[in-house]
């Protein structure tokens, strides 16, 4: 069982960064794929970036290519997601997620684990 709890979210202007982290208990979190993935209001949860277990891979969508670096510390069981350059189009709640065994994908149907989220607000 891997459990998942975000932090880091809040109030930024744009231009601004901020750094999520996710703390993640149980002994499978070492052979996990994690990735995050945010939600809108009123919009589908997208998936953000995804890095393997590993961390040799990463995967970032689009529209956050070259503003997000994911990253994680097995030793510490913890993933993270720096923010840089933010726009108000970046506003989601964001979500840490797990896969147990695979390779990262960017549909939420195959990662087994959820955090709650934490909210994000860029203000224009």
């Known amino acids: 069982q891997v459990q998942p709890v975000e932090s880091g979210g809040g109030l930024v202007q744009a231009g601004g960064s901020l750094r999520l982290s996710c703390a993640v208990s149980?002994?499978?979190?070492?052979?996990?794929?994690m990735a995050w993935f945010r939600q809108a209001p009123g919009k589908e949860r997208e998936f953000v970036a995804g890095?393997?277990?590993?961390?040799?891979?990463?995967y970032y969508a689009d529209s956050v290519k070259g503003r997000f670096t994911v990253s994680r510390d097995n030793a510490k069981n913890s993933v993270y997601l720096q923010m840089n350059r933010l726009k108000p189009d970046d506003t989601a709640v964001y979500y840490c997620a797990a896969r147990l065994s695979g390779v990262i994908t960017t549909n939420r149907d195959d990662y087994n684990y959820w955090g709650q989220g934490t909210q994000v607000t860029v203000s224009s």
């Open positions: 149980g002994r499978s979190f070492g052979s996990s794929t």
């Open positions: 890095i393997s277990w590993i961390s040799a891979i990463t």
